[in-house]
């Protein structure tokens, strides 16, 4: 297994406060690496400083084999950032803005084949601002492949969408590790870890608690004698929503 992240006691303090505690893992590339735990647990901080964006207070981080510390220029130009949907000219139309996104970029990409591979070919012409929930979240994930990168970066995408908008991100998300990109992504979506994740590390108050992939933790905490509560259905309200209002798109 080639690794294609590999963070070493990693460490950021905001002032006195210790936001990432030392924490190390490797990224496997080609995976789904996911990144969970609660809100403050110091994920937005652990992926903004392998982006670049933020700086480190100590620790190793080498991304494709570049040292973040010598070549973070480098660095930028192999990965795909998210940005926040508020990042957006809401004016320009899709077309307009992978434009500029490549003339920041400087580099080329078939626009019509990105939006079509994000099931937005038809809003080509749409301005950013009259699209739903899930299609601004769709497109942010397309603006992520516009300078061809070896990994992208995914900071809650899916949060405030509703199930059917959530499913159609997840495969859109597993297309893209299928063809060869590595993902690493933070949610507080369980469900969503365990569909989508190859691998995930658990975090809490700045530290990694556990990292393994979704069934094997799962594995571990049956054979440690846990049980459920009560008997489970094997069904749940989700499965329920899903059966009666179907797969498909409301917002198209
Ligand atoms: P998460 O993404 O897991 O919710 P964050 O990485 O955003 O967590 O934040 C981790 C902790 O660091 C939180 O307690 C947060 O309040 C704090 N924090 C984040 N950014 C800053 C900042 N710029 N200045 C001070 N504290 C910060
Ligand atoms: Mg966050």
Same mark, same amino acid.
Request: aromatic residues 6%.
């Given at each position: =297994?080639?690794?294609?992240? &590999?963070?070493k006691d990693l460490k950021k303090n905001y002032? %006195?406060?210790?936001?990432?505690k030392g924490i190390s893992f490797d990224v496997y590339a080609g995976e789904i690496f996911g990144l969970l735990g609660p809100n403050g647990a110091g994920k937005s901080t652990t992926l903004e400083i392998i982006e670049t964006l933020r700086d480190k207070t100590s620790g190793k981080i080498i991304v494709d084999g570049l040292d973040l510390d010598k070549s973070p220029e480098k660095i930028k130009k192999i990965i795909g950032v998210q940005l926040q949907t508020s990042g957006f000219y809401p004016g320009l139309n899709l077309l307009e803005l992978i434009d500029l996104f490549c003339g920041l970029y400087n580099t080329k990409? *078939? &626009?019509m084949q990105?939006? $079509? =591979?994000?099931n937005l070919k038809d809003k080509a012409k749409n301005k950013y601002k009259e699209m739903s929930g899930g299609q601004k979240q769709?497109? &942010?994930?397309a603006t992520t492949l516009i300078n061809h990168p070896r990994i992208i970066?995914? *900071?809650?995408?899916?949060?405030?969408?509703?199930p059917q908008a959530r499913r159609n991100l997840w495969e859109l998300? %597993?297309?893209?590790? *299928? %063809?060869?990109?590595?993902?690493i992504i933070t949610t507080h979506y369980m469900d $969503?870890? $365990?569909?989508?994740?190859?691998r995930v590390a658990i975090m809490d108050e700045g530290k990694i608690i556990a990292l393994q992939s979704p069934d094997k933790l799962i594995d571990d905490l049956v054979a440690s004698g846990f049980e459920r509560p009560k008997v489970t259905k094997s069904a749940n309200l989700e499965d329920v929503f899903i059966n009666l209002t179907g797969k498909d798109f409301r917002e198209d």
């Open positions: =297994m080639e690794t294609i992240i &590999s963070v002032g %006195k406060f210790e936001a990432v990409t *078939d &626009s990105l939006l $079509e =591979m994000v769709r497109f &942010s994930i970066f995914l *900071d809650e995408p899916t949060t405030g969408l509703d998300i %597993k297309t893209i590790r *299928d %063809k060869g990109t590595t993902v $969503e870890a $365990e569909q989508l994740c190859d």
